[in-house]
């Protein structure tokens, strides 16, 4: 089977990836570099904790791949379970812990519940006033500028054909597949995955299937080095957005920071996010909050990446519903870094097999079309 993936982030190079090693014939189109959208912008958190329960198989899956996926691509993508830790710091915080704790336990999700002293010990210098937090030892963080080279690395060892600097100017379908004209060239496919990130529903659109989804930027920023002493990420429980901070310490010892600055609008032509300056003084107080030290340190970048946040901040995986052939997987709403690997391994599934082990229903793409 000739397959056509449009999009090269990490749902994409997975995708084509997962896709070349199950057999088929893949050209991945993106219309700059790998890796160079939201991808690259991401703060790179490896993350179960706090998903929408439909989410967890999905995360569950790709979490063993995360595992593997040294051995699997050939490099070190700098995934390491240091363990994800989300604080909390006032009572209705730590009821909805224990809710979401108790609702998650028969989806394959433990997490295990710390007490303020344990904290202390555990884990000293975050979050100094937290009554308790939540662990999730196996999650923990990756490199975001090495992961979709990586996999689109590895598919292209496979056989895929892998193509940059290809803006698609005009996709067509002919009944029995896709065409799709670029300044690199024509290329034909029996089927086409859509996984064009904030641009996708654009794609979608092109064939009937309409989804409401929204182009954001989020602010990221990163210190100079220091001692490394942090080892899990770092987050926190609460319902106030103005708090959401969150942050790790990579080995090299800066920390990156993200959380708790009003996500920017951003437009598709050209789609370039940027950081705003002003919004960094609160959300230094923020992240302050959970680690009292980063406010001695310097801040040496921040940087924004526009991803495609959709109104119930699920995302868009598995068939088109207009369109024999068409698949779409987009839409992560700024969350979709640690699904990655199992979103390309789901997609490859379903392509190539016509089922998917892990449910994907609640992804449908006319889920809202169905509910209006």
Not at 101 to 126: D, I, K, Q, T
Request: net charge neutral; glycine share 12%.
């Amino acid at each position: 089977m000739d397959v056509i993936v449009l999009g090269g982030g990490l749902m994409g190079a997975a995708s084509a990836y997962f896709l070349a090693k199950r057999g088929a014939r893949v050209t991945l189109i993106e219309r700059n570099r790998i890796g160079t959208g939201a991808t690259v912008a991401s703060f790179g958190n490896i993350r179960r904790t706090g998903r929408h329960l439909s989410q967890l198989p999905l995360a569950h899956r790709s979490l063993s791949l995360w595992g593997e996926a040294e051995k699997m691509l050939g490099r070190d993508v700098e995934f390491r379970a240091t363990g994800h830790i989300r604080l909390i710091f006032d009572e209705g915080s730590l009821a909805d812990m224990r809710a979401y704790a108790e609702a998650a336990r028969p989806w394959g999700l433990e997490l295990e519940e710390l007490g303020s002293r344990e904290l202390r010990s555990r884990f000293p210098g975050l979050g100094p006033e937290a009554i308790a937090a939540s662990f999730s030892p196996q999650d923990g963080s990756s490199n975001p500028r090495l992961i979709a080279p990586a996999f689109a690395e590895a598919a292209r060892k496979l056989g895929a054909e892998i193509v940059e600097g290809a803006q698609v100017e005009k996709i067509t379908y002919t009944g029995s597949g896709f065409l799709i004209a670029s300044p690199k060239g024509t290329f034909a496919a029996e089927c086409l995955l859509n996984t064009a990130g904030a641009w996708g529903a654009r794609i979608a659109a092109q064939f009937g299937d309409d989804v409401p989804l929204d182009a954001r930027g989020p602010q990221m920023g990163v210190t100079e080095p220091l001692p490394h002493r942090i080892l899990p990420v770092v987050g926190i429980w609460t319902r106030d957005k103005d708090h959401g901070a969150y942050l790790r310490q990579v080995e090299r010892g800066n920390i990156v920071f993200g959380g708790a600055a009003e996500r920017v609008a951003v437009d598709l032509d050209p789609g370039h996010a940027a950081a705003d300056p002003m919004r960094l003084p609160s959300q230094l107080r923020a992240v302050a909050r959970l680690l009292p030290s980063i406010a001695q340190v310097a801040v040496i970048r921040t940087w924004s990446g526009c991803e495609g946040y959709m109104r119930d901040m699920l995302p868009v995986m598995g068939r088109s519903a207009t369109t024999t052939g068409l698949f779409h997987a987009f839409g992560f709403s700024g969350h979709g870094f640690q699904l990655g690997p199992g979103v390309g391994d789901a997609m490859a599934e379903l392509i190539m097999t016509d089922r998917c082990e892990t449910p994907l229903d609640d992804f449908r793409v006319d889920r809202f079309s169905r509910t209006a």
